[in-house]
């Protein structure tokens, strides 16, 4: 605990300490834009030879002749100079031959670059060169439209450039390559992707786009080592719209960042020139798109987000203000019941109980009577008219369907190149999101979305990265370009189902392409296990599942009835009967911001059980804001002491929450280093337990507090702090 402020007040101090650039337009602050309200406005310009984008927090600059390169990447904060060496603006393999955009050649040192250096370098003879560039103010990337309750959050500014290029060489006479970028207000981002246009006569085929590449200062030198064993750039943190594993985590689902040496980087510490000190940003399963004339490509879309700290907790707050910005539909985060249904009466009895208690939607589960995908008139008509009875009473409805893990037909099915015959899937069997019955499955889940006002999608098994050896697939053309025009034709339903306001559950990463909400990571057999083990492994799910991303993005999972075995040790049903543990397994996950899916016919059973529910629902709705917002980890529940967090936001009069649990069977009596760094507040502390007593705190130099706190056994306390 004490480490993240120490942490914190580092950075400060380094803020002050760092130096005034030429292109900086005034003194940094020193403010820390995690916590205080100043607006660092981004900014696009032509300075003599160079164009600038600068936004007070970051700065990179791109010298214009006699290419477009980049010559200088400085996080202003912490005053790191990112840039060892000038490398080209991006790289494409085109008909089946690699060609740079801009870029500079003749450095000879490596290990840094000095600005005296840059008139002295060249531009290569078949590089794509420098044409013209356009400055205009950010727009949106979605058409986002919301039903869904979500914290007051605009859409993001700033500014964006466009640099175009061509090719001298007749054979692409006509091709036009542009290189993107987007600049945001009060973060230090900057989002990145090439985009191409076909003005000629001719196809071109498309192998690959690197759509960044940047020779990075190494994060640690080792005379001897593979780059496998060594730390990548910890300075920048890359993220792409280009994942999947079904890892509930970005890193392991990355399909794009590449690490890699730099043979040109003769000076480097390690005897076999192995540092990791080169990044490049590309899909590696993409190449053979063939760009018809008249046809536009689109990159992956490179998001960087500068750091100034290891500290994870900071990181960690970096990186979900990354998504507030960039994604703001992550933000939205309904109340929800998982209905197991059978009949329409079901439903309407789930709708009823909703409205009762405060909840504000119902999604049908798996295993329910929904079929999304029989277009009929009367299956539309039905679920029509049951929308309709939700509405009427304020509450939204969606539901489950399945894609992936499912075998369709020989036709239909990923061909597994090694065999080809159905088969060799992420999950064995799988159909092909190019094939007739993908492109039909596609359409089907409009249609229903379409004609029967539902609001929520929940998406079990999206494509999962498959490739398909099909050649007769619609599609697709072959092995070749099948995973990108998979991965293209379920971006484009999410883009649709997004802009029509349709709320997003998808057990993969595609947050950056309108998906809303991913699994918090926990494991299914473990909701067989007895209810006093789920609680606990429950707030470690919450503890880990939240560290890069918000609970807002985040589901978890309560059996109300059975599932995935156990007996009745481990569901809640007759619910009535286990009411200690339902209000515990609620103030968990709403006192973290998480919505659970609570699995079941029925949220109540009797009027105790409505009144406990009811009660829950109440009180995080009246501190939903503060619920919402950024946590701070204080300890990890082991089952031996004390676990729990606090949220916090300086932006809202409740500056913090504090969640703290007893899973012990004695009453706890403790004292903590209470950190309050990021709530924003500055000399004291006016704290509130659930029963409205205040006690204030004087903050000390570290904005930590010594924080007295009792809880009774096996249960929870919560305090405000203001």
């Not at 640099?163 to 390559?177: D, I």
């Not at 009060?186 to 020779?215: C, F, H, M, Y």
């Not at 009967?577 to 029925?602: K, N, S, W």
């Not at 009660?615 to 204080?634: E, G, T, V």
Request: glycine share 8%; proline share 4%; net charge neutral.
């Amino acid at each position: 605990m004490r480490a993240v402020i120490l942490a914190a007040l580092f950075h400060l101090m380094h803020v002050s300490l760092a130096p005034c650039q030429s292109y900086v337009s005034g003194v940094h602050s020193g403010a820390d834009w995690l916590v205080d309200t100043i607006r660092y406005k981004a900014a696009i310009r032509q300075i003599g030879k160079d164009v600038v984008l600068e936004n007070g927090l970051l700065r990179r600059v791109l010298r214009l002749a006699p290419n477009v390169a980049c010559i200088d990447y400085v996080n202003l904060t912490s005053g790191q100079q990112l840039l060892r060496s000038v490398k080209p603006e991006a790289r494409l393999v085109l008909d089946g031959k690699a060609y740079n955009v801009g870029g500079l050649e003749g450095q000879r040192e490596n290990a840094y670059l000095l600005l005296s250096w840059v008139d002295s370098l060249t531009a290569g003879k078949e590089d794509f060169q420098f044409v013209q560039y356009a400055i205009s103010d950010l727009e949106p990337f979605l058409k986002w439209r919301r039903k869904t309750w979500a914290p007051d959050t605009r859409p993001a500014t700033g500014k964006a450039i466009s640099f175009e290029y061509a090719s001298t060489l007749p054979s692409f006479k006509g091709l036009r390559v542009f290189v993107h970028y987007e600049l945001y207000d009060g973060i230090p981002l900057i989002v990145k992707w090439v985009s191409l246009e076909n003005a000629g006569q001719r196809p071109v085929k498309i192998d690959r786009v690197t759509n960044e590449v940047l020779g990075l200062v190494e994060e640690e030198s080792a005379v001897v080592g593979k780059p496998e064993e060594m730390k990548k750039q910890h300075g920048i943190y890359v993220e792409t719209n280009y994942a999947f594993n079904n890892a509930m985590r970005y890193d392991i689902s990355d399909q794009t960042t590449h690490w890699k040496t730099d043979a040109a980087y003769t000076s480097q510490v390690n005897y076999d020139f192995q540092t990791p000190c080169l990044l490049e940003v590309y899909p590696e399963k993409a190449p053979g798109i063939s760009l018809a004339p008249g046809e536009k490509f689109s990159s992956v879309r490179t998001h960087e987000l500068l750091m100034d700290s290891y500290d994870r907790q900071r990181r960690g707050l970096m990186i979900r203000r990354m998504y507030r910005t960039v994604a703001p539909w992550t933000t939205q985060n309904p109340i929800f019941m998982h209905l197991v249904s059978t009949t329409d009466a079901d439903v309407r009895q789930a709708v009823d109980q909703c409205a009762a208690t405060g909840y504000e939607a119902v999604i049908l589960s798996f295993g329910s009577h929904l079929n999304m995908e029989d277009s009929s008139a009367a299956n539309l008509a039905k679920w029509s008219a049951l929308a309709e009875y939700a509405h009427r009473k304020g509450i939204l409805i969606g539901g489950y369907s399945l894609f992936s893990s499912r075998r369709i037909s020989d036709e239909d099915d990923v061909i597994d190149p090694k065999t080809g015959r159905p088969g060799g899937a992420f999950f064995g069997n799988a159909p092909c999101f190019g094939s007739k019955w993908g492109l039909a499955y596609r359409d089907k889940i409009k249609i229903f979305f379409g004609r029967t006002g539902f609001d929520i999608w929940e998406n079990d098994g999206p494509y999962p990265g498959d490739v398909c050896a099909s050649t007769s697939h619609p599609g697709h053309k072959g092995l070749e370009d099948s995973q990108w025009r998979q991965m293209e034709i379920q971006k484009e339903l999410y883009h649709w189902l997004n802009g029509r306001g349709i709320y997003i559950n998808a057990p993969d990463w595609y947050f950056l392409d309108g998906t809303n909400k991913i699994a918090i990571g926990y494991r299914e057999v473990n909701f067989s296990l007895p209810r006093e083990q789920q609680l606990i492994l429950n707030r470690q799910n919450i503890y880990d599942g939240t560290q890069e991303k918000s609970g807002a993005m985040s589901w978890g999972f309560v059996p109300l009835t059975k599932y995935q075995g156990g007996g009745p040790e481990a569901v809640l049903e007759p619910l009535h009967e286990h009411l200690d543990t339902y209000r515990q397994l609620m103030a968990q996950y709403y006192g973290a911001g998480v919505q659970a899916c609570y699995r079941g016919p029925r949220l109540f059973d009797t009027d105790s059980t409505k009144r406990v529910v009811s009660d829950m629902i109440k009180w995080y709705k009246a501190h939903r804001a503060i619920l919402n917002s950024d946590m701070i980890h204080l300890r990890r529940a082991d089952g031996r002491d004390w676990d729990g967090f606090i949220h916090v936001n300086p932006a809202l009069k409740e500056k913090g929450f504090i969640m703290l649990y007893n899973p012990t069977k004695e009453k706890i009596d403790r004292t903590i280093q209470l950190p309050l760094y990021y709530t924003g507040l500055r000399q004291r502390a006016d704290i509130y337990d659930s029963k409205g007593k205040m006690i204030r705190y004087a903050l000390q130099n570290d904005r930590t507090i010594a924080f007295n706190f009792s809880i009774a056994p096996e249960s929870y306390a919560w305090f405000v702090v203001k």
